[in-house]
């Protein structure tokens, strides 16, 4: 005949270190089960976890007996399910074409297909048409990432959006994007750390599923940098495009250990002292204009391969592994010769390497996403493999995520 429940409890142990004393003692005292017959099974299933704090419930039956489940703090996982969007036609000189290619920025600035080919690996972007804003592709990039995880905006608790090219000064462009998608719970917010945004927010959004405060966070990395770039500067114009990309992020219970699935580690960076090696020249609380990108380009490069490869090996370090146990290398799209040496110095195969800048060109915080969702639905990354993402830019902001989809 089946037990009869006679009560649940719940509580905090230490994995192997459980004793009958409390908190096991006053949970469980009332039911008169065997305190250390319990104590005995929790600390045998759970001896590998070296004293850390397992929430565990316990399910106590008429006849004294009990069963228990352990769970681990959840962790973040990628829904497979992802959106990219690189939508755009028109050029700034209104010319009607949908991408821009090299040779048509002949006729604009001082340079040749074979000077943008050879320096940066960048062959052709995507320019926003005229009217069309951050929030436009941004609100494309979550519909597509809701409608491929078969979510409603229902189940999303929390909107994060990475941007340094808001629609306004104010309100945040990810309320915007809320509305739109006709969420009436929960919130949105807007993240600036220029071309790293998108690691930061979903390192933000893996830290606000693992205290519990959110279940499931759509992360979005939005821009349109071709509105405060100067067409006219041929060190910079050539090199950036405009463009979305969106995941959802959920919570799951996992074991905490480097074979779980989800953002495994997030290492990032900031250093305030090369502000002015790649900034925007102008801001609402120093000129009241919106302003122009201005960039020290040899400098940002000079700096780029070591603070990328100094996070990446701290993510090794964290986890264990090593550029051989990944499946797929997804950097920021900058320039392909700093994605080059950064793979070389890391030994990370080439095969391995995602590269979308020769036909997205620099997307600042919309890159990764946008590179993800491409080798996401072409099906190169499969469930299960292992993804390091990195980036670096303006701040200067550096960081890396280690992830297993
Ligand atoms: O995502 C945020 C992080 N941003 C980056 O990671 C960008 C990092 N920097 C870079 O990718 C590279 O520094 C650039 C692609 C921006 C420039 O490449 P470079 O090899 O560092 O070139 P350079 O700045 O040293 O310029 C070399 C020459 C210069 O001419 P002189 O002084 O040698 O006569 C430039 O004036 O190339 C000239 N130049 C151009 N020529 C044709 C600069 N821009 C252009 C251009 N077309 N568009």
């Given at each position: 005949?089946?037990?009869?429940l006679a ?6 142990i ?8 409390p ?10 089960i065997n ?23 316990v399910n ?5 007996s ?8 959840p962790?973040a ?21 949908g ?11 001082d340079?040749s297909?074979?000077?943008?080919v050879?320096?940066?690996g ?10 069309e804003?951050?929030?436009d592709?941004?609100e ?11 979510l409603?905006?229902e ?10 090219t808001p629609n ?9 994007i809320?509305?739109?998608l006709?969420?009436k719970?929960?919130?949105a917010?807007?993240m600036q750390a220029?071309?790293?945004g998108?690691v930061?927010?979903l390192t933000?959004a ?7 405060f959110a279940?499931r ?7 349109t ?29 996992q074991?905490g250990?480097?074979?779980d699935r989800?953002?495994l580690?997030s290492?990032?960076r900031s ?6 090696k790649?900034?925007?020249d102008?801001?609402?609380s120093t ?9 020290a380009g040899?400098?940002v490069?000079r ?7 100094d ?9 264990g592994?090593?550029?051989q146990?990944?499946?797929?290398f ?24 995602v590269i ?14 946008m ?6 639905a072409d099906?190169?990354?499969?469930p299960?493999?292992l993804i ?13 995520t280690?992830?297993?989809w």
């Open positions: 005949m089946a037990k009869k009560g649940t409890a719940k509580f905090q230490p994995g192997g270190q459980a004793t009958p004393a908190p096991v003692g006053t949970a469980l005292g009332k039911f008169g305190l250390g017959q319990f104590v005995q099974a929790f600390n045998d299933k759970t001896k590998d976890a070296g004293g850390m704090m397992i929430p565990v419930v106590v039956y008429n006849d004294r009990f069963d228990f489940i352990t769970k681990s703090p962790a996982v990628l829904l497979k399910k992802a959106a990219n969007i690189a939508k755009g036609s028109g050029v700034p000189n209104k010319t009607k074409v991408k821009v290619t090299n040779a048509q920025l002949e006729d604009m600035v340079t297909d074979e000077w943008i050879q320096r940066t960048i062959r052709q972007r995507h320019i926003a048409v005229e009217g804003t951050t929030a592709l941004g494309k990039a979550a519909r597509a990432a809701l409608s491929n995880a078969g409603n905006i189940d999303i608790d929390l909107i994060i959006l990475a941007t340094s306004n000064t104010f309100p945040a462009t990810s309320v915007e809320q509305h739109r006709g969420m719970h929960g919130a917010f807007d220029v071309c790293s998108f930061f927010a933000t893996d830290q606000y599923i693992r205290t519990g279940k966070i759509i992360v979005i990395g939005a821009e940098f071709s509105r405060i770039l100067d067409w006219e500067d041929r060190t910079t114009c050539v090199l950036f495009g405009d463009g979305a990309g969106a995941v959802i992020v959920e919570a799951s219970e074991e250990k480097p074979t989800g953002i580690t290492h990032l250093d305030g002292a090369h502000r002015d790649l900034y925007v102008g801001g609402p000129t009241g204009t919106v302003g122009h990108l201005r960039m040899r400098e490069f700096h780029a391969v070591a603070m990328i490869t996070v990446i090996e701290d993510a090794y370090q964290a986890t592994y090593t550029s146990d990944l499946d797929w997804v950097p920021h799209q900058a320039n392909k010769r700093i994605i080059d040496a950064s793979a070389k110095k890391l030994k990370i195969a080439p095969q391995k390497v979308t800048v020769d036909h997205h060109g620099n997307t600042s915080a919309a890159s990764i996403p590179a993800l969702c491409e080798a996401l099906g190169r990354i499969q299960g493999n390091l993402l990195e980036a670096m830019g303006g701040g200067f902001t550096w960081g890396a280690l992830l297993r």
